[in-house]
């Protein structure tokens, strides 16, 4: 009978030509589950005359790589090879090859159908949607403080596309107030929140949303004009719907990047008799309140 430790080294000595081959091949090498010596020798290989600091510093470069990888199939949803991934992240394709290995692993990539090329796996589609769900989470508290303090309605909603789609809003006080159902669609041009979202994007990409949506509308736009007052909105922060979107209401909003870079925007909409005589309170109420999310929401 074979020794514990004999066997596990038979497993290691089987195991490796084949993670060798696999290398040489250029599939993905599959995470070794069944046999810790694989794991340790690994460790041992790359961890061998590293002092603490030096390991700490190596770790880190793993996480900076994993990540360009992670970047580069986003940029390329249709799945990139190994050699492809190399090339963009400049990187060795043996250093590529490991790193897709453990991220396979983790279920942060997956192979194509066909099993030539690697794209993102479910797992960074689980965290997309939880750090959604936290960007509402952790707006709520200002939108809740944002409609005590004004007695009117505060909303959130994200750029997506072609338009403005509610994620949340707290109603006011009043007993005529605008009430807006999560999961509507507004349009960019005519909603305040609409121009404060545009006026974040570069102005060739903000053009095309707009006479795109002109073009849908059956519109005869103005760019010149629109462009002009989409440099007012980036100037100040602070964008307006006066009638425009909705007969009897107006709306200031401003908008923000989240960590991810996505785009959202804070909007007040308020009955038109009331908005003039608040419009100046309303536009001071909000800039403090996107100054607060952009500190603690914009990208690193």
């Known amino acids: 009978m074979l020794h514990r430790n004999m066997v596990h080294y038979v497993r290691y000595t089987v195991h490796l030509p084949l993670a060798i081959r696999q290398q040489d091949s250029g599939?993905?090498?599959?995470?070794?589950?069944?046999c810790r010596l694989c794991c340790i020798a690994e460790r041992e290989r790359t961890g061998a005359g590293m002092s603490d600091g030096e390991q700490g510093r190596s770790g880190i470069q793993v996480i900076a790589r994993a990540a360009a990888i992670l970047?580069?199939?986003r940029d390329n949803?249709?799945?990139?090879?190994?050699?492809?991934?190399?090339?963009?992240v400049e990187l060795p394709r043996s250093t590529v090859q490991r790193i897709v290995g453990a991220l396979?692993?983790?279920?942060?990539?997956?192979?194509?159908?066909?099993?030539?090329?690697?794209?993102?796996?479910p797992e960074i589609t689980a965290l997309s949607e939880a750090t959604r769900y936290n960007v509402v989470e952790e707006c709520r508290?200002?939108?809740?403080?944002?409609?005590?303090?004004?007695?009117?309605t505060a909303d959130l909603s994200v750029l997506r596309g072609a338009g403005m789609i509610f994620l949340d809003q707290v109603p006011g006080t009043h007993r005529l107030r605008t009430i807006s159902a999560v999961g509507d669609v507004f349009p960019l041009t005519t909603s305040a929140n609409g121009r404060a979202a545009l006026a974040l994007l570069p102005e060739p990409e903000a053009r095309a949303l707009v006479e795109a949506e002109w073009q849908r509308m059956h519109q005869q736009g103005d760019w010149p004009g629109f462009a002009a007052m989409l440099a007012e909105v980036r100037q100040h922060g602070i964008a307006e719907d006066a009638d425009e979107h909705t007969h009897g209401i107006s709306a200031l909003g401003g908008a923000f990047r989240d960590r991810n870079g996505e785009i959202h925007a804070i909007s007040v909409p308020v009955p038109t008799p009331r908005f003039l005589p608040m419009r100046h309170k309303v536009k001071t109420e909000l800039r403090e309140t996107l100054n607060h999310l952009r500190q603690n929401l914009s990208p690193a």
């Not at 599939?27 to 069944?34: E, G, N």
């Not at 949803?77 to 963009?88: F, H, N």
């Not at 396979?104 to 796996?121: C, N, P, W």
């Open 27 to 34: 599939t993905p090498v599959p995470h070794c589950r069944s």
């Open 71 to 73: 970047r580069a199939l």
């Open 77 to 88: 949803t249709e799945g990139m090879s190994l050699g492809q991934i190399a090339d963009r």
């Open 104 to 121: 396979q692993a983790e279920r942060l990539v997956i192979a194509t159908s066909s099993g030539g090329s690697i794209r993102l796996g």
């Open 141 to 152: 508290l200002h939108l809740s403080e944002l409609s005590r303090r004004l007695g009117e």
